[in-house]
C-alpha cells in the first residue's frame, strides 16, 4: 500500500447529511474539504490571502461512507510569480475498526493565487517583479 505524499493539513468525520441517495458520500463534499486543506500551504507560501482559479486532474479512487475518517494531506508542487499549485490527497480510515484499512480516496492538483487588498493578483513574496506567473 502506498502512504500519503505531503503533510496532514485537515481531518473531518463524513456524516449522514453529507450523502447521495445510495449512501456514499457527495465527491463535493469532499472537493470542499480538500480545497480548504489545500489552501494552508498556499496561504502559508502567499503569507496572506489566495483565491482558488483551476483544479486539474482530480480522480476518485474509492468512495467514502458515513463514519470514516478522513485525512488531507497537501503539498506545494508549483509556485510562480502569483500563482501556488498544490497536490491534495484524501485518504480514509474505514469507521469499521476491527478492519480499520487506511486508503486513498481521492487526489487532485489545485491552483490558488496570491491576491491584494483589491482582490488582483500580487506577487508572492521573494518573487521579483516581472516574473511568470
Known amino acids: 500500500m502506498s502512504q500519503p505524499q505531503g503533510r496532514l493539513v485537515g481531518r473531518v468525520i463524513a456524516m449522514p447529511a453529507d450523502t447521495n441517495p445510495e449512501g456514499d458520500i457527495f465527491g463535493g463534499w469532499l ?18 490571502r489566495c483565491v482558488t482559479v483551476a483544479l486539474d486532474a482530480m480522480v476518485f479512487h474509492q468512495p467514502v461512507a458515513v463514519g470514516d475518517e478522513v485525512s488531507i494531506y497537501a503539498a506545494v508542487v508549483k509556485a510562480g510569480r502569483s500563482s501556488i499549485r498544490v497536490h491534495v490527497e484524501a485518504w ?11 486508503m486513498r480516496v481521492t487526489e487532485g492538483v489545485f491552483t490558488y493565487v496570491a491576491i491584494g487588498d483589491d482582490k488582483k493578483p500580487r506577487a508572492l513574496p521573494g518573487v521579483l517583479p516581472g516574473a511568470a506567473a
Not at 31 to 48: V, W
Not at 92 to 102: D, G, L, Y
Open 92 to 102: 480514509k480510515r474505514s469507521r469499521n475498526v476491527a478492519h480499520a484499512e487506511v
Open 31 to 48: 472537493l470542499a474539504h480538500m480545497d480548504l486543506a489545500g489552501a494552508t500551504p498556499a496561504f502559508e507560501l502567499a503569507q496572506g
